[in-house]
């Protein structure tokens, strides 16, 4: 599933006790869980492609990344919607 992404640094390796759950060719460990309470991302789920044009530019093509969100933004924004949804279930169900 397309996600907006933009990072220099990366996690090379994971926690011994990690779950790994994505990723992708340019950056394998994309998102991992770490027991039942930590989770962590190296993407963007929770943005539009309009925020890109406010990121300070660091090692990006931010037009190039734009472009890329606007034309998987039919398709990502409902999924990470229903993730993000997914997530806020768990946290509250889990307190």
Avoid at 70 to 85: L, N
Wanted: hydrophobic share 45%.
């Amino acid at each position: 599933m397309p996600a907006i992404e933009h990072h220099v640094d990366a996690i090379t390796a994971l926690p011994p006790d990690a779950v790994w759950l994505a990723e992708t060719e340019r950056c394998p460990y994309q998102a991992f869980r770490v027991g039942g309470r930590a989770w962590g991302v190296q993407f963007h789920p929770e943005v539009l492609p309009e925020r890109i044009r406010a990121w300070e530019v660091d090692g990006f093509d931010p037009d190039e990344v734009y472009a890329g969100a606007v034309a998987d933004e039919p398709i990502s924004t409902p999924i990470w919607r229903e993730v993000a949804t997914r997530f806020a279930k768990l946290v509250a169900e889990r307190g």
